[in-house]
């Protein structure tokens, strides 16, 4: 009697259900790795942001001594105590001290949530209780993004601690807050 060889219905069931949990395993470990590499790149974009806005203002070659040791954008927060979109602003922020390019070639952009989380700058500025001084309007700086994966208690509580003192020292804006449900921006560079 000759032999049959091949897989039963039950091999081949074990076999579909054993690669599906491996793919789901791959999947989520893949998905935390992409959620780790845009964080990663978020805080690499501020960061050359950062390079930028400091090289700027160490520039001193504006033609116009209001703009000497200023922050690029100042004038924007004169009239406004808002958060200011760096790809909307920057890229054609042109002042006696010349375009914002010439510190930073390219404006980087937020690589996921574009519409929801843009990249934002605010200034320090004049606010509406004058607790910051007319002195240090325009000459520090915040730049905030949103990352997806969750902050840890420490570094909430600094990331709390360094909201308060933006806008109560620095006549900062307060965070934008989330259009949606989840949470709003979580991560904070600037001097």
Same mark, same amino acid.
């Given at each position: ?10 091999? *081949?069931?074990? =076999? ?15 998905? &935390? ?14 960061? *050359?942001?950062?390079?930028g806005f400091q *090289?700027?203002?160490? @520039?001193?070659?504006?033609? $116009? ?15 406004? $105590?808002?958060? !200011?979109?760096?790809? *909307? !602003? ?10 914002? @390019? ?10 996921? $949530?574009?519409? =929801? ?12 209780? $004058? ?22 208690? !420490?570094? !909430? ?8 003192t933006w806008s ?5 804006? &307060? ?17």
């Amino acid at each position: 009697m000759p032999t049959r060889s091949g897989f039963t219905l039950i091999e *081949a069931l074990l =076999t579909v259900l054993i690669i599906g949990i491996l793919a789901s395993i791959s999947l989520n470990v893949f998905g &935390a790795l992409a959620e780790r590499g845009r964080d990663a790149r978020r805080k690499s974009d501020l960061t *050359a942001l950062s390079l930028g806005f400091q *090289a700027r203002y160490d @520039s001193k070659t504006c033609s $116009n001594p209001l703009d000497i040791g200023l922050y690029p954008g100042w004038r924007l927060f004169i009239s406004s $105590n808002q958060w !200011q979109s760096v790809s *909307a !602003q920057l890229p054609n922020l042109v002042n006696d001290c010349g375009p914002f @390019s010439e510190f930073l070639a390219t404006i980087p952009a937020e690589p996921k $949530n574009k519409t =929801t989380f843009p990249y934002l700058f605010d200034l320090s500025s004049l606010d509406t209780s $004058n607790t910051a001084p007319a002195s240090i309007v325009g000459k520090h700086y915040r730049l905030i993004a949103h990352l997806e994966r969750p902050l840890s208690l !420490q570094a !909430q509580a600094d990331l709390d601690k360094m909201v308060a003192t933006w806008s109560s020292s620095f006549g900062g804006a &307060a965070l934008p807050t989330n259009p949606s449900s989840g949470p709003g921006y979580n991560y904070m560079v600037g001097k």
